[in-house]
């Protein structure tokens, strides 16, 4: 994505985050917020036996970092995906501004 200049809003990781080889994603995620001038949301979706090594090193980092271990089967894994493709955090915000306040009247 880095060589690519692909810009996104949101990094969906997808595993047991026990990095066994360099480049680590720490380092990766780092240079390519460098190079493109821009943080992107990380989630990471825990599967198997499960670490938080990425999530430890991107959260050292200050990186915007969403957690969540998936118990299911790995055939029902790809039905998750739409759930976290959600807005980005700001248009949640402004989304939940935007909802009117309750009004309650007086008697």
Request: proline share 7%; glycine share 4%; with cysteine.
């Amino acid at each position: 994505m880095r060589k690519k200049k692909q810009v996104v809003d949101q990094i969906i990781l997808v595993t047991d985050e026990g990095e066994n080889a360099a480049p680590y994603f720490g380092e990766v995620y780092k240079n390519y917020c460098r190079e493109l001038a821009i943080m992107p949301n990380v989630v990471i979706v825990r599967v198997g036996t499960h670490y938080n090594w990425v999530e430890t090193q991107l959260k050292q980092q200050q990186t915007p970092v969403d957690t969540f271990t998936f118990a299911g089967d790995y055939y029902s894994l790809p039905n998750i995906v739409p759930l976290l493709t959600r807005p980005s955090r700001l248009d949640l915000l402004m989304e939940i501004l935007d909802m009117p306040l309750p009004v309650r009247e007086d008697k």
